[in-house]
């Protein structure tokens, strides 16, 4: 490769990325509906017909911003699992928490980001395949701590739980191949259900639902998050 070819990337990289912080102010002030490639290139001090060299559409803009997103979140997740499995790695439940964590701090610090990724649909807007691995890489990170410790016969469920209806046995295969949980269809059924209360949890706060009952929000996640954690079988000390 030259060296003339080498600054051409860089330079498109640098203006790719200017690009995406540009739109991801943009969503802080109108929300992904009101992203627009023209007013992007008005505050970059281009003319509307060279940002589409870089993204040839809107959806193209979003779909770049949903995948930077998801990987950001991925991120975070891996390294508070990687930080707890590196001197622990039996301790799933402490696992379950560093993630919990990790995915409500990353949605604190970028509210509008996570609300492209896990609030309202976007009018117009069908995510393209190219977003499923970006979309479950912090999947992953749980379904690896989960399949761990049922391998290691270390999950032990607050109570007794019902089993999985054989009804829902298709839609928990989906779910093991989809991120490699490799449990049982009423394991895997918990996990979800445990997943989903995360992510509903860190929503409730982020976008008001809780204001002027939950005071203390940290408690309150770190709590729920232990009992979500009891109901799959990971006790957090």
């Known amino acids: ?96 928490l560093a993630v919990c964590r990790a995915v409500r701090a990353w949605a604190l610090a970028h509210p509008h980001e996570f609300a492209l990724l896990y609030g309202s649909p976007v009018p117009g807007y069908r995510a393209p395949q190219d977003t499923v691995a970006a979309a479950v890489r912090d999947t992953r990170v749980y379904a690896r701590i989960v399949t761990e410790a049922h391998a290691a016969g270390a999950l032990d469920p607050l109570g007794p739980c019902p089993p999985a209806p054989a009804a829902l046995a298709a839609d928990m295969g989906r779910v093991r191949e989809g ?39 940290a408690a309150y996640f770190d709590h729920s998050m232990v009992l979500l954690g009891r109901l799959v079988g990971l006790a957090a000390s």
Request: no cysteine; net charge negative; charged share 25%.
């Open 179 to 217: 991120v490699g949980l490799d449990v049982p269809d009423d394991i895997a059924a918990r996990a979800v259900t445990a997943w989903s209360g995360l992510f509903g949890t860190v929503s409730f706060e982020l976008f008001g639902t809780f204001n002027n009952t939950i005071e203390d929000g």
């Open 1 to 96: 490769m030259s060296a003339g070819r080498t600054a051409r990337e860089r330079v498109r990289a640098e203006l790719i990325a200017e690009i995406t912080d540009i739109a991801r102010r943009q969503l802080a002030s109108a929300g992904a509906a009101g992203l627009s490639l023209r007013a992007v290139a008005r505050e970059m001090g281009m003319v509307s017909s060279a940002i589409y060299r870089y993204f040839p559409s809107r959806d193209d803009l979003l779909t770049a911003l949903i995948v930077d997103g998801y990987n950001a979140i991925g991120a975070a997740v891996e390294r508070a699992d990687d930080v707890v499995r590196g001197e622990r790695p039996d301790a799933f439940g402490e696992r379950w």
